[in-house]
Structures are given as structure tokens and as C-alpha cells.
């Protein structure tokens, strides 16, 4: 059985990353919190249906077109 404690995670964003992040999770009615987790559980839930990573490029660092 899983342990269905929560566990909490040191996380360092970039400052247009992380306002990106809240801006969708503001859309989606979401903590940033709640966003961060919603996405981490998608990208695990596909490389579990495909075998694949969501991106080819998921090292690189993301080129965000924010002002």
C-alpha cells in the first residue's frame, strides 16, 4: 500500500516560470501548489501510457515568452 502522506519538496522556479505557472493555475481555479502537482501527474500518467517523456526536450530549459 502507497503512503498517502504528502510528502513536501524543495522546488526553485525562475521568476517568468513560476508567474506562468500561477497565471494557469489562476485559469484552472488551482493553488500554484495545486497546479505544479496537476502537472507532475499528467506527465507521469503519459510516460506511463507511452512509455515516453511528454517532451523530447524535458532537460533543456524552457524558453518562456513572457513580459
Given amino acids: 500500500m502507497a503512503d498517502s502522506k504528502k510528502k513536501q519538496v524543495p522546488l526553485r522556479l525562475s ?9 494557469w493555475a489562476e485559469d484552472d481555479f488551482r493553488s500554484v501548489n495545486g497546479q505544479i502537482e496537476y502537472l507532475l501527474t ?3 500518467r503519459q510516460r506511463k501510457k507511452t512509455g515516453k517523456y511528454v517532451s523530447e526536450h524535458l532537460d533543456e ?7
Avoid: G, Q, R
Fill in 42 to 44: 499528467e506527465c507521469v
Fill in 15 to 23: 521568476a517568468k516560470l513560476y508567474d506562468a505557472i500561477a497565471a
Fill in 61 to 67: 530549459s524552457p524558453e518562456l515568452d513572457i513580459e
